[in-house]
């Protein structure tokens, strides 16, 4: 079977790791946006990514590659590199080769750290960030506690999980919602806003949730996208959570999402079991979600019925995001404009 998707890598900040996972002086491989790369923390704290590649004699420096002080050095010949990916020491070398001499020789992506994650920022022109990765205050505060983490890989680009959000009919029949969710949504370029005013399925003292579909509460959703690798949702009504979805693309049509998950510290005994089934069940909806994206296909112009959401409104925000249009590509934002 050939690929079920055509969608390129869209740009944007994404987690590649969760601060905590990281310490100082650590090297870590990674594989995402269709490339090897390696992940390392400075002695002084810096975390760095880099293409992973030696330009000497190719060894992946994720693979036994060292810290030392604001370098990695190769596990190969011991050729150190700073986190800019210049070359800055070759212990054996009389001089430094013309080609290497103060220029950058291994790609180095733009990395910060925020909300207790770190971020990279990936473009496939390797053009400067567009736009900067969201505060979220709470994370971090000391009334807040750290996260709760669930996480996953499966077969499904960024674009197609996402598209999920503005797929209303499928929380009533995927995920037995008592009604189809109808919410305010709002544009601001690389910012997507939306607010939903429902009914959630009830729980009781124990945090059972009620799967019979008889009894539910009111329940309030404020969400927004930030650019196509960070999401927020707030959670309010008997308990306050915060959810940050952090979906990160291994390649063109495989994702690692992760769901990270605070609460108040001052809620109560029942409040915090109740919290702790909230994000249980959000996660088991994923896991619903997952065997359709697996194995759906995308379809460009899709037969719309007046119950579905705003799914072409959704398409048209999140194509801005694709740095260059393929003709399959052109005929979709074309399909939905």
């Known amino acids: 079977m050939g690929k079920r998707y055509d969608f ?4 944007g900040w994404y987690a ?4 905590r996972e990281l310490a100082a002086g650590e090297v870590k ?9 390696v992940l390392f923390r400075t002695e002084g704290g810096e975390a760095r990514l880099l293409d992973a590649f030696c330009p000497h004699l190719g060894a992946h420096l994720g693979h036994g590659g060292k810290v030392k002080g604001e370098h990695i050095a190769c596990p190969f010949h011991a050729w150190e ?11 054996y070398a009389k001089n430094m080769p013309p080609r290497a001499d103060g220029k950058q020789t291994v790609f180095s992506y733009p990395v910060v750290e925020r909300n207790q994650i770190i ?13 900067e990765v969201e505060t979220v205050p709470e994370v971090g505060h000391p009334d807040w506690t750290e996260y709760r983490v669930y996480e996953w890989k499966f077969g499904a680009p960024i674009q197609e999980a996402a598209e999920n959000a503005a797929d209303g009919a ?27 005013v429902g009914k959630a399925p ?3 003292e124990h945090g059972n949730i009620d799967r019979t579909g008889t009894r539910w509460r009111d329940s309030l959703l404020e969400t927004a996208n930030f650019g196509p690798g960070q999401t927020l949702q707030r959670f309010m009504g008997l308990f306050d959570t915060i959810q940050l979805g952090l979906p990160t693309p291994i390649d063109s049509e495989t994702m690692h999402l992760r769901f990270c998950f605070i609460q108040r510290k001052d809620m109560n005994a029942t409040q915090q079991m109740m919290a702790k089934a909230l994000t249980d069940e959000i996660s088991r909806q994923v896991e619903q979600d997952m065997p359709i994206w697996e194995h759906k296909i995308f379809q460009p112009n899709p037969i719309l019925c007046d119950g579905d959401g705003p ?20 005929q979709r934002i074309r399909a939905v404009s």
């Not at 971020?119 to 736009?131: G, L, M």
Request: aromatic share 18%.
């Open 311 to 330: 799914i072409a409104q959704f398409r048209r925000w999140f194509s801005q995001f694709y740095a260059s249009a393929a003709p399959e590509d052109s």
């Open 81 to 91: 590199f700073n986190g800019e990916g210049v070359c800055k020491h070759i212990p």
């Open 16 to 19: 590649i790791s969760l601060s």
């Open 8 to 11: 390129p890598v869209p740009f």
């Open 119 to 131: 971020w990279a920022w990936y473009h496939p022109e390797r053009i400067a960030p567009a736009f």
């Open 202 to 204: 009830d729980m009781d």
């Open 170 to 196: 499928h929380f009533v029949y995927v995920h037995s919602s008592k009604d189809i969710p109808r919410g305010e949504i709002t544009h601001e370029a690389h910012k997507r806003f939306a607010r939903y």
């Open 29 to 37: 491989p990674l594989h995402y946006f269709g490339k090897e790369l």
